[in-house]
């Protein structure tokens, strides 16, 4: 079976704060997600990446950057927490360019104070 | 206009009704549909692919209506367990994979 895993299941930062978000997958995806999702709002792509090195930025980049150095590790990272970043994080990965199934970690829930 | 739209429910329905979801999207040019389950605190998963020609999957039916622009999901003999947020996904065809979600439909199903 796929395995996307997402370092913390709950964090609580403090506005300000650098805050890490890991997801490894462990099939061999040549893509990789981050989304955030919020009640009424649905699920957001932030920034996705197709090739080790690659990134490109989604629909609500703003206040987020990524890193992606191995092919299955995607990092998220918020460079100054904000509370209007809280929210629940979800990691996927799939296949190849085409519309495949995406593959979601379980999710990290930040709240920032 | 929201890209993609879902009723957000709840849908309360007893055990083995049959209920049915619509989901409109904007993009004409949107090739490709999903609908995915997510269960409470839970991650999303795929449930099924949506085809031109509609599929069927045990009690579960996806049908497209590209003149209309809509999806649905036809759940039969709904059991307990399908209770949960289905989320309509829809790929705007931009280039890359731009899947863009709907923001659920939630399925309540009482003994």
């Known amino acids: 079976d796929v395995k996307v895993t997402q370092s913390s299941r709950y964090l609580v930062k403090r506005t300000g704060e650098k805050v890490f978000l890991e997801c490894v997958q462990d099939m061999d995806h040549e893509n990789m997600f981050w989304y955030r999702q919020d009640p009424g709002l649905g699920l957001r792509l932030i920034y996705f990446s197709y090739d080790v090195k690659m990134k490109e930025k989604g629909d609500i980049p703003e206040g987020y950057s990524v890193s992606r150095e191995k092919k299955e590790r995607f990092s998220l990272i918020l460079e100054s927490a904000s509370t209007n970043q809280t929210s629940m994080y979800l990691c996927a990965s799939s296949y190849d360019r085409g519309p495949r199934e995406l593959f979601f970690g379980e999710g990290s829930r930040l709240t920032v104070l | 206009r929201k890209e993609v739209e879902q009723d957000p429910g709840p849908f309360n329905v007893p055990e083995g009704a049959t209920v049915a979801f619509n989901c409109t999207y904007s993009n004409s040019a949107s090739q490709s549909f999903f609908w995915y389950r997510q269960d409470c605190r839970k991650e999303p998963k795929l449930l099924m692919s949506?085809?031109?020609s509609g599929n069927e999957d045990g009690r579960f039916t996806a049908q497209l209506n590209r003149a209309s622009q809509y999806i649905s999901l036809l759940i039969r003999d709904s059991k307990l367990s399908d209770s949960a947020t289905y989320l309509c996904v829809v790929n705007m065809n931009t280039g890359f994979q731009k899947l863009v979600f709907g923001t659920g439909t939630r399925l309540l199903v009482s003994p």
């Open positions: 949506v085809y031109s």
